[in-house]
Nanobody
Framework: QVKLVESGGGLVQPGGSLRLSCSSA????????LGWVRQAPGKEREGISC????????YYKDSVKGRFIISRDNAKNAVYLQMNSLKPEDTATYYC?????????????????WGPGTQVTVSS
């Protein structure tokens, strides 16, 4: 059973930055694409970014492109999301997920494994 655990969420002011981390203990993520999905209160989940396995090709939702950076460290069995220039509309629960393919713009929601989520609140 793959277990993913996110960390790094919190409260940040508009314009600030946060770095989310996600790791899996005891299970290698090398063969999975890794993505970040978020869900704001009262809204549906949306895929915002995805990174492939070997070549590390990245995909981003337009609303986060240029502000967020996804990366992975296979040696540490981890994926990261560096979030810069945060806006109040970025407030959501952020989930990391592992699956078999990335979709354009990181929009994929059909992942096989999910973390429990970490809360990000952008507010002054």
């Amino acid at each position: 059973q793959v277990k993913l655990v996110e960390s790094g969420g919190g409260l940040v002011q508009p314009g600030g930055s946060l770095r989310l981390s996600c790791s899996s203990a005891g299970f290698t993520l090398d063969y999975y694409v890794l993505g970040w999905v978020r869900q704001a209160p009262g809204k549906e989940r949306e895929g915002i970014s995805c990174i492939t396995t070997r070549d590390g090709e990245t995909y981003y939702k337009d609303s986060v492109k240029g502000r967020f950076i996804i990366s992975r460290d296979n040696a540490k069995n981890a994926v990261y999301l560096q979030m810069n220039s945060l806006k109040p509309e970025d407030t959501a629960t952020y989930y990391c997920a592992a699956g078999l393919y990335c979709s354009d713009y990181g929009a994929n929601l059909e992942y096989d494994y999910w973390g429990p989520g970490t809360q990000v609140t952008v507010s002054s």
